[in-house]
């Protein structure tokens, strides 16, 4: 396994305690009533570790104690994943062993007035009524849930049936997959995996898209000049997941504010020397600013032009976007150091000519209504030499996913900039026959009366490099209800996790 440890099975340490992740004084007992109660503590645990992608030691550490503690084998490796093997309850010794899977890392995005810093603390969770959220930050659900759901299966001892697991916990998920793409399958024997990364009860997905992030980079400079300066906000879009919310057909933040600065340049005169949008490729960016100096004699007529532009963005999305504000705030008479006309002209044209949202649907029976192909422009950054726009394409064709990306290659070069492609991750194609996706659709009909929804997401999951590590191998993707993943508004549904907990210890009994 490239640039990783090597793996190890059992590791004999003199002094175990002195590595064990002291979970008990994480928990804070908010969740503890909930039912079913593995679940929610252990969620409650997960959510009091720091794990936004990149800062995955803290979870690592207290899924090796988990593993430790309890004498199993296990795995961890140079990219920080965990790989738990799980012995066969009584009875399911000679069945074939199954795969759980989920991710460690979650998405950090807050409100702007937050003070969360998602390196060192935890998230602050709460419930009410049927829901549980976190204050101004995102929950984490996705994906702490699966770990949730993973963790309680295997505390659960013989009160759950099950074939022999293989649990592999992974990291950075949502910065490029890297975790799973760096992992070692040749400890892995089993041929089912449950994925449970998805977000929709009562849905059972089967494929999934493929993907990579593209960073668009174009060189400035700068000189220094007096005017009226102002701070431009768009703020109060929906925001969300880029993969499974993007027909949703939200504003991007972004977008608008290429928008903005185009129809300024028509107008009047204007020098821009910051400007800053979104916090995640992969998450539709909800806020943008730019700040800029106008001249004393336009700055009236620049007030008027924002508020002018606002109505018209608001009649253009009064549908979906009800909170939208674009407003601009005067800081005064100052000097800065601003961008060459020349060069903000290329990063206007730039934010103005970049493809956004969907870009192309399935149109086969099967999969028809599945977005096919898409990208979302989620971080915007202006430094002091250079500008850069960081996009998450996606596609359940590689083909369209590659021709996308050299769209933007060719966008980038012909201003004079330049073009990287990283966290590229292949689809997870449909399969007709699986047998697991028949078995689990019958549990589910049983359980419950009526039948799940099979369909493809166009969200990428980690099914799609496990289903190419792995093959032959039988793949399904499900999860719990949540609303608003990618954002501060994200909230688990309490009920859907009692009902996901049901199913797939169902379906364990019937592997």
């Known amino acids: 396994m490239g640039g990783c440890l090597p793996p190890i099975f059992n590791v004999s340490i003199p002094d175990k305690d002195k590595y064990l992740y002291t ?43 988990f593993a430790l503690k309890r004498g199993l084998e296990y795995i961890r490796d140079g990219l920080n994943n965990v790989f738990i093997k799980v012995p066969a309850t009584k009875g399911f010794e000679a069945h074939d062993p199954v795969m759980l899977q989920g991710h460690m ?32 930050t995102t929950l984490g659900a996705d994906d702490g849930v699966a770990l949730a759901l993973i963790l309680a299966i295997i505390d659960s001892k013989d009160e759950v049936s099950h074939p022999e697991l293989q649990c592999l916990f992974t990291t950075d998920e949502e910065t490029g997959m890297h975790g799973v793409k760096g992992f070692d399958f040749s400890e892995v024997s089993a041929r089912k995996v449950i994925n449970l990364d998805s977000e929709d009860e009562g849905v059972i997905y089967v494929s999934c898209a493929g993907g990579l992030r593209g960073t668009l980079r174009v060189p400035v400079k700068r000189f220094d000049i007096s005017g009226v300066a102002y701070n431009v906000v768009i703020s109060g879009l929906h925001g969300g997941h880029s993969g499974d919310m993007i027909d949703r057909y939200y504003a991007n933040a972004i977008i608008i504010m290429g928008r903005l600065l185009h129809f300024l340049s028509t107008k009047i005169g204007f020098h821009i020397f910051r400007m800053q949008g979104g916090l995640m490729d992969n998450a539709i960016p909800r806020e943008a600013n730019c700040r800029m100096l106008v001249s004393a004699r336009d700055s009236k007529d620049f007030e008027k032009l924002i508020a002018e532009f606002e109505k018209t963005i608001k009649n253009e999305f009064s549908a979906n976007e009800k909170n939208l504000m674009i407003y601009c705030e005067c800081l005064g008479e100052s000097t800065e150091n601003v961008l060459k006309p020349r060069l903000q002209n290329r990063v206007i044209f730039l934010m103005n000519t970049v493809p956004d949202g ?123 209800q949540i609303n608003g993943a990618h954002t501060p508004k994200e909230k688990l549904s309490i009920t859907s996790v009692q009902k996901t907990w049901d199913f797939l210890t169902a379906l364990l009994k019937e592997l």
Not at 126 to 131: G, K, L, V, W
Not at 398 to 418: R, T, V
Request: with cysteine; aromatic share 10%.
């Open 23 to 65: 979970s008990e004084v994480l928990i804070m007992g908010k969740l503890e009533l909930l039912e079913p109660q593995k679940v929610f503590s252990y969620f409650e645990e997960i959510c009091a570790i720091p794990r936004g992608s990149g800062n995955m030691d803290g979870i690592s550490s207290y899924l090796e104690s």
């Open 105 to 136: 890392d979650m998405v950090c995005e807050k409100t702007s007035e937050s003070r969360h810093d998602f390196k060192t603390d935890g998230i602050d969770v709460d419930h009410m009524d049927n829901e549980i959220f976190a204050r101004q």
């Open 358 to 480: 969907v870009q192309n649907m399935c149109m086969d029976e099967k999969q028809k209504g599945l977005v096919k192909t898409s990208l979302n422009f989620g971080i915007m950054r202006l430094r002091d030499d250079h500008f850069t726009l960081e996009a998450s394409l996606r596609s359940s064709v590689s083909s369209e996913k590659y021709a996308l990306s050299d769209k933007l290659k060719f966008l980038a070069e012909g201003i004079g900039g330049n073009y990287e492609v990283n966290g590229d991750y292949p689809a997870w194609e449909f399969n007709e026959g699986s047998k697991l996706m028949q078995l689990s659709s019958d549990v589910y009909r049983k359980l419950f009366g009526y039948n799940p929804v099979i369909k493809g997401i166009h969200a990428g999951l980690e099914c799609g490099v496990i289903y190419h590590a792995l093959k032959p191998v039988d793949v399904i993707s499900f999860g719990p």
